[in-house]
């Protein structure tokens, strides 16, 4: 076992991904290396490829992409597995900094949910009034690169269990126009968000915050929905409810409501349970896990789309036109 000061300094966080959201995906970051999991028991561990180079300097003012080397993955359960070693010269760097990173996972595992610091928001704006229409993507940082697609969805395995949400899926898109447009925002403790554009190619804030309320708290506008796509709506937020209840800023009231919902996609909630914050109805939620269970016994098992699987919080879904 590591001592406290044999654990490598590390920032611990969670991001929101999103089109579609599927949940939160925490990170563990050391100075050269990066570790993420989605259901709070697994760990990729990522080495990243600039530590490798030392002649880096060299090319300044270039943009140059350089990848990173997957060091391996980590479970409480299943202990750690190396990948394949690919490049055999780097090696001894990659070894060491991925072990640093694993420390750091080690540590600091028992401590998920994460905080989330995604504050930078990327909007997309209705057609007409050019307010936030749906959230569509997020940085945890200034440096951001907006999605190439501006489309909102409830993604493309909700669409192929509730058919009637690619109607929502229409609408939505529709309200953006057909020349959509989109900002980034940064959010604020009190709820408001700063415009935020790009100058000269540096992110800088615009001069007129919009207040709270102008921002959806779950990433579309149902206002601007009539009552039947309203009402749509609102199922497809019961279909996310597994993924809705790793948010830690639900209400009391509409953590029950969730919690109810996801009990009706048993599979998804015991995948994901492990990042919740909390539980209020545990009588309830063991029963899933037993219904979860038996399904599995049975020979059911969750599509990797469900949970996010191995996808980035800037992966975007491009659904079918």
């Known amino acids: 076992m590591s001592s406290a000061t044999d654990i490598p300094a590390a920032r611990c966080f969670g991001q929101r991904m999103l089109s579609p959201f599927r949940g939160v995906m925490h990170s563990v970051v050391t100075e050269w290396a990066d570790a993420v999991t989605t259901d709070g028991r697994e760990w990729t561990l990522y080495v990243r490829g ?10 300044e003012g270039e943009k140059l992409t350089i990848p990173d080397v997957k060091y391996g993955t980590w479970s409480a359960a299943a202990g750690f597995a190396r990948s394949p070693i690919r490049l055999p010269t780097f090696d001894a760097k990659v070894r060491h900094e991925g072990e640093r990173l694993l420390t750091a996972v080690q540590a ?27 959230l569509i993507a997020s940085s945890c940082s200034s440096e951001f690169e907006p999605p190439v697609v501006l489309r909102w969805t409830p993604g493309q395995l909700c669409m192929a269990e509730m058919a009637e949400s690619r109607t929502l ?24 968000g700063t415009p935020v554009v790009h100058a000269g190619g540096a992110a800088a804030k615009g001069e007129t915050p919009l207040a709270a309320d102008t921002f ?21 937020l019961a279909w996310q409810a597994p993924a809705l209840l790793q948010l830690p800023t639900l209400s009391n009231a509409q953590r029950r409501e969730f919690e109810t919902a996801a009990c009706r ?16 109805d545990e009588t309830q939620i063991t029963a899933a ?14 599509d990797s789309a469900a949970s996010g699987g191995s996808l980035s919080p800037d992966y975007i879904e491009i659904p079918d036109a």
């Not at 600039?50 to 090319?59: Q, R, V």
């Not at 595992?109 to 936030?132: I, K, N, V």
């Open 216 to 236: 959806a708290e779950f990433y579309l506008d149902a206002n601007a929905l009539d009552d039947g796509l309203a009402h749509l709506f609102e199922q497809v």
């Open 108 to 134: 600091h595992a028992d401590q998920l949910p994460f905080p989330l610091t995604d504050r930078f928001e990327y909007w997309l704006l209705h057609g007409e009034s050019r307010l936030p229409l749906a």
């Open 169 to 192: 899926h229409d609408a939505v898109n529709r309200l953006a126009g057909q020349q959509p447009q989109a900002m980034w925002f940064e959010r604020h403790a009190d709820g408001s």
């Open 289 to 302: 896990l037993v219904e979860a269970r038996l399904r599995r016994t049975t020979g059911a098992t969750l």
């Open 265 to 280: 996609h048993a599979l998804r909630l015991a995948e994901q349970l492990p990042l919740y914050p909390c539980v209020l």
């Open 50 to 59: 600039e530590c490798l180079y030392d002649d880096l300097a060299d090319f």
